[in-house]
């Protein structure tokens, strides 16, 4: 069993794990190295392109965590979307007959 589940089913998905809370850290150290490192970057200063690559890094690795369930997720919500656009649809043409 690996530390990170990237393999999920629509009802596990939908819940909190602890994949969710290393995304959240993720984003948050991601988006701070991304700003600070762009604006040393544009200072020129070594540092900066070290933190903007630190940034692109986190990023990524955020991406490969929280991807698979947000995947899953969505693919459910548009079986359920449309699932509930034919009973609409039936329901509209049920109504014109009348």
Request: proline share 3%; aromatic share 12%.
């Given at each position: 069993?690996?530390?990170?589940?990237?393999?999920?089913?629509?009802?596990?998905?939908?819940?909190?794990?602890?994949?969710?809370?290393?995304?959240?850290?993720?984003?948050?150290?991601?988006?701070?190295?991304?700003?600070?490192?762009?604006?040393?970057?544009?200072?020129?200063?070594?540092?900066?392109?070290?933190?903007?690559?630190?940034?692109i890094?986190?990023?990524?690795?955020?991406?490969?965590?929280?991807?698979?369930?947000?995947?899953?997720?969505?693919?459910?919500?548009?079986?359920?979307?449309?699932?509930?656009?034919m009973?609409?649809?039936?329901?509209?043409?049920?109504?014109?007959?009348?």
């Amino acid at each position: 069993m690996s530390f990170i589940n990237r393999n999920w089913t629509p009802e596990t998905a939908d819940e909190w794990r602890k994949e969710d809370y290393i995304s959240i850290v993720l984003s948050s150290l991601s988006y701070i190295c991304l700003m600070i490192g762009t604006a040393l970057a544009f200072l020129l200063m070594p540092s900066g392109f070290i933190v903007l690559g630190i940034g692109i890094a986190l990023a990524l690795l955020m991406y490969w965590v929280i991807d698979p369930k947000l995947k899953t997720i969505s693919s459910e919500y548009e079986k359920k979307q449309k699932d509930y656009l034919m009973k609409l649809d039936e329901i509209q043409k049920w109504e014109a007959e009348k």
